[in-house]
């Protein structure tokens, strides 16, 4: 069984950083690929950054250039860095992934519960 735990949000000002973690626990080899959403209240859920097997990151217009998706292989965790946070940013940030579960290939996609980033202005 597969698990993914977001955590590293908070509040912070404006201007400020957080650096999210998106832990996978069980049966997990590697973790593949990695996306990260977002959810402000009232709104749809929308893509901020995406990791794709090959190491390519894509990003959110609205993200370039002040968050960074990266993940550690070792440690089986994945992270978002955000600086120049804004309080547009604030919102509750998922994480899904593919993850690598048996030698023989198989994988496991799935997403975690959440991390609350409020950013005061």
């Known amino acids: 069984q597969v698990q993914l735990v977001e955590s590293g949000g908070g509040l912070v000002q404006a201007g400020g950083s957080l650096r999210l973690s998106c832990a996978a626990s069980?049966?997990?080899?590697?973790?593949?690929?990695m996306e990260w959403y977002r959810q402000a209240p009232g709104n749809q859920r929308e893509l901020v950054a995406a990791?794709?097997?090959?190491?390519?990151?894509n990003y959110a217009d609205f993200v370039k250039g002040r968050f960074t998706i990266s993940k550690d292989n070792a440690k089986n965790t994945g992270y978002l860095q955000m600086n120049s946070l804004k309080p547009e940013d604030t919102a509750v940030y998922y994480c899904?992934?593919?993850?690598?579960?048996?030698?023989?290939?198989?994988?496991?996609w799935g997403g975690g519960q959440g991390t609350q980033v409020t950013v005061s202005s």
């Open positions: 069980g049966t997990v080899l590697r973790i593949n690929e």
């Open positions: 990791l794709t097997r090959d190491g390519t990151t």
């Open positions: 899904n992934a593919e993850c690598l579960i048996s030698d023989n290939g198989m994988t496991w």
